[in-house]
Every structure is written in C-alpha cells, then in structure tokens.
C-alpha cells in the first residue's frame, strides 16, 4: 500500500497507484535469451543487423562497460556473412571496426559483380586492339567493325544482336537495383 503525500490529489494517488502495479517489469533472463538468439533475417542487410543487436542489447542488463562486447559477439555468432564472421574472429575486431569492415565487405558482396563484368567490357574494347592506318592513326570504320565482331549484349551478356525471341531479360527484374530489363551480372 502505499500512502498519500500531502497536497496530492485522490486522483493523481489513484493513478500512481495503478501505474505502478500495470508497470511492464522486464524479465532480464528472457531478454538476453532473446538477444543471444538473433540472426541476421535472409535479405537483411548488415547495418540493420546491428541495429537490431544494439536494441537488443539495452534490454538485457549488461553492464555498460561490456555493451559493446556483447553486441560485438552477437554480431560474429548472428551474421549471415561466413566472410564477415571470419575477418572478425581473425582480426579480433572491437564494434566500431567490426560494423565498418562488415559494411565493407557487404557493398563488395553487392557491387563487385557488377564492377567486375564492366572491367571485362572495358578490357575488350582497349585502344591496342583498334587496326590503325599506316599514319598510326585508327579509322572510324576499323573501330566499327572491331566493335560489331566482338559484340555481346550490355543487357544479358548475350551474343549480339539476338535471334527472334530477343533478348532473354528484357521482361527480368534485377534483384540489385529492382529495374527491368537486365540481370544483375550486368547491373549499372
């Protein structure tokens, strides 16, 4: 029971009352059951992963001075990314330097792909292989069918141009920029 103080009205004692009985009380052994059972979610990029650790995190009842700890080695036990794990663990990472290597190692997981295929373009196209004129320089018909001979679809990677069905992602979805009409391989 607890008594009225001066000058507190009935209603606001009423309320005090009942507030502190409905009081959601937090279990701290179900909290970090939970915590200790995240997993980064098929699709779930890395910094919301962490998020979710660092909420996580503030509801079990660590002490402060090992939070980071904790959210650090949830990271390495939850992540989806074996390369991620593997550079923490061998490089003994603290958080700051674990979510920035991850978030590294995330966006290169996602581009390099596509930043690879480019490359490979480009280096089939270099200006060595251009036939020049006896004067050193090159023609624009020599380019031309320098170009034409070695073509292959910017879309599908596909020889070029296709046969009567067309190209074969003109109706797919990319799943790294969701725009149609190319595959991933060949994302821009």
Do not use: M
Request: some cysteine.
């Amino acid at each position: 029971y607890q008594r009225r103080v001066r000058g507190e009205s009935e209603y606001k004692h009423a309320r005090k009352v009942v507030d502190a009985k409905l009081k959601k009380t937090s279990n701290q052994t179900f909290e970090t059951f939970k915590f200790r059972n995240l997993r980064q979610k098929g699709g779930e990029g890395f910094a919301n992963f962490v998020h979710r650790c660092e909420v996580g995190v503030n509801k079990c009842g660590f002490h402060a001075a090992d939070r980071d700890r904790h959210i650090r080695d949830q990271i390495v036990f939850g992540t989806s990314s074996n390369d991620i794990r593997e550079k923490a663990i061998s490089e003994n990472l603290q958080l700051k330097a674990l979510t920035q290597k991850g978030l590294g190692i995330e966006s290169s997981a996602q581009f390099g792909p596509a930043i690879r295929v480019k490359e490979e373009v480009f280096a089939a196209f270099t200006q060595k292989d251009i036939p020049r004129r006896p004067n050193g320089r090159s023609s624009k018909l020599a380019r031309f069918d320098n170009k034409i001979a070695e073509r292959s679809c910017y879309k599908c990677g596909g020889s070029y141009p296709h046969d009567q069905r067309g190209c074969p992602a003109a109706n797919h979805r990319c799943r790294a920029c969701g725009r149609t009409g190319h595959f991933v391989e060949y994302c821009w």
